[in-house]
T-cell receptor, first 113, second 114 residues
Framework: DAKTTQPTSMDCAEGRAANLPCNHS???????VYWYRQIHSQGPQYIIH???NNETNEMASLIITEDRKSSTLILPHATLRDTAVYYC??????????????FGQGTILTVHP | DARVTQTPRHKVTEMGQEVTMRCQPI?????VFWYRQTMMQGLELLAY????????DSGMPKDRFSAEMPDATLATLKIQPSEPRDSAVYFC????????????FGSGTQLSVL
């Protein structure tokens, strides 16, 4: 699976949009981009995933560049409860190893009042 | 809401003892994953199953760790004998196995080996 690069930490003011970048320049055509987050002392939580197109759900939006080499997770109105470690993961779809998610170090997002 | 259930939540044991961690995946999910999390190594994939068959356990120390799915509602991770370096939080996750993976994680088992 392709490697991802994320900033170690980011800050955001409560109520503002949080934009978390991820670089995955070696991504291949059959690999999804996933975002998970882990709030302190809890198990990771799925946020969103995408292949080529931008995606939006009740939690966030995922913007994938046209060349698919990078993506941005957007939390439109960050709250204090969004303070967590955010993981960007690239993993292939299909085949015997699909679903095998390799977590990196992630981005520590701190939302300030 | 459906959730992945892990037991026990906390376990303190002495070096050399056997430890068994249990996971009940969400009903209908056919993939189950075991992860271990430490401060130093982060989240590491130990093993995973699809339709109860082990697909990959390359992340697991074979001499002391074993993972099984006796049935579709139970996954177990055993450590025998346990060592202090096994102290970590162990997470179980399950998914529908749809070609992409939206995994649901349990709350974890906090293991301390003294």
């Amino acid at each position: 699976d392709a490697k991802t690069t994320q900033p170690t930490s980011m800050d955001c003011a409560e109520g503002r949009a949080a934009n978390l970048p991820c670089n995955h320049s070696t991504i291949s055509g059959n690999e999804y981009v996933y975002w998970y987050r882990q709030i302190h002392s809890q198990g990771p939580q799925y946020i969103i995933h995408g292949l080529k197109n931008n995606e939006t759900n009740e939690m966030a939006s995922l913007i994938i560049t046209e060349d698919r080499k990078s993506s941005t997770l957007i939390l439109p109105h960050a709250t204090l409860r969004d303070t967590a470690v955010y993981y960007c993961i690239v993993s292939r779809a299909g085949g015997t190893s699909y679903g095998k998610l390799t977590f990196g170090q992630g981005t520590i997002l701190t939302v300030h009042p | 809401d459906a959730r992945v259930t892990q037991t026990p939540r906390h376990k303190v044991t002495e070096m050399g003892q056997e430890v068994t961690m249990r996971c009940q995946p969400i009903l209908g999910h056919n993939t189950v994953f075991w992860y271990r999390q430490t401060m130093m190594q982060g989240l590491e994939l130990l093993a995973y199953f699809r339709n109860r068959a082990p697909l990959d356990d390359s992340g697991m120390p074979k001499d002391r760790f074993s993972a099984e799915m006796p049935d579709a509602t139970l996954a177990t991770l055993k450590i025998q004998p346990s060592e202090p370096r096994d102290s970590a939080v162990y997470f179980c996750a399950s998914g529908l196995g749809q070609g992409y993976e939206k995994l649901f994680f349990g709350s974890g088992t906090q293991l301390s080996v003294l």
